[in-house]
């Protein structure tokens, strides 16, 4: 079955330059989230999309910004990085949740993005 | 605010033997209950949820878990523990209308042969 697909699985940037971190999901899923992981730390919520519009927002930084595409996939941007940038960014998907949240979310494989 | 606490960093348990993982949670309204298993150096994999009805669901790789209202619990358990079961587990949790999933600060389970 296909899963949520990321791109790339790792990254490295030096401090202050832009990332872009890529997420498809899976096929019919129209539901986007965003989660961060910090070393030894539980996924933080960052931001979410339903059907290509901002659904719900976390902790997310001013200086990353998310959109989702008509074909549901979604990016997220980050500029200005910071070494405390370093992290493991998933995004995950579901279906259809149409504000009632009973759906489970299904997580990619993440993106390893190192901040030198 | 809704919010999930893993109250246990570390939990060992000998092979063949019951675990438990326990998970309490805080959420507005009706609360929607998940838990995940995440292996090194991968993306977090479902394993159960909550949404209605049995207090006692079933899930995945023969784990299952029991909500409890009164108690604001949903502890996962499996009968039999395998050492293919050693991994990082997340209880989550969002109440109704909230795209948000809240995750606890993981327990990190070992089983021992």
């Known amino acids: 079955a296909a899963g949520v697909i990321q791109s790339p699985r790792h990254l490295i940037k030096e401090k202050r330059e832009t990332a872009t971190l890529k997420c498809y999901p899976i096929?019919?899923?129209?539901?986007v989230y965003w989660y961060q992981q910090g070393p030894g730390q539980d996924p933080q919520f960052l931001i979410s999309f339903y059907e290509k519009m901002q659904s719900d927002k976390g902790s997310i930084p001013d200086r990353f910004s998310a959109q989702q595409f008509s074909d549901y996939h979604s990016e997220l941007n980050m500029s200005s990085l910071e070494l405390g940038d370093s992290a493991l960014y998933f995004c995950a998907s579901s279906l259809n949740t149409g504000g009632f949240g009973n759906t489970e979310a299904f997580f990619g494989q993440g993106t390893r993005l190192t901040v030198v | 605010a809704q919010s999930v606490a893993q109250p246990e960093d570390q939990v060992n348990v000998a092979e063949g033997n019951p675990l438990t993982v326990k998970c309490t949670y805080s959420?507005?309204?009706?609360?929607?209950l998940f838990w995940y298993v995440q292996y090194p150096n991968r993306g977090l994999q479902f394993l159960l949820k909550?949404?209605?009805?049995?207090?006692l669901v079933k899930g995945s790789y023969g784990f299952e878990a029991e909500f409890n209202k009164s108690q604001t619990s949903f502890h996962l358990k499996k009968p039999s523990a395998l050492v293919s079961d050693s991994a990082l587990y997340f209880c989550a949790a969002r109440g109704f209308g909230n795209e948000k999933l809240t995750f606890g600060t993981g327990t990190r389970l070992t089983i021992i042969p």
């Open positions: 096929p019919r899923h129209d539901t």
């Open positions: 959420v507005s309204g009706n609360p929607y």
């Open positions: 909550y949404i209605t009805g049995d207090n």
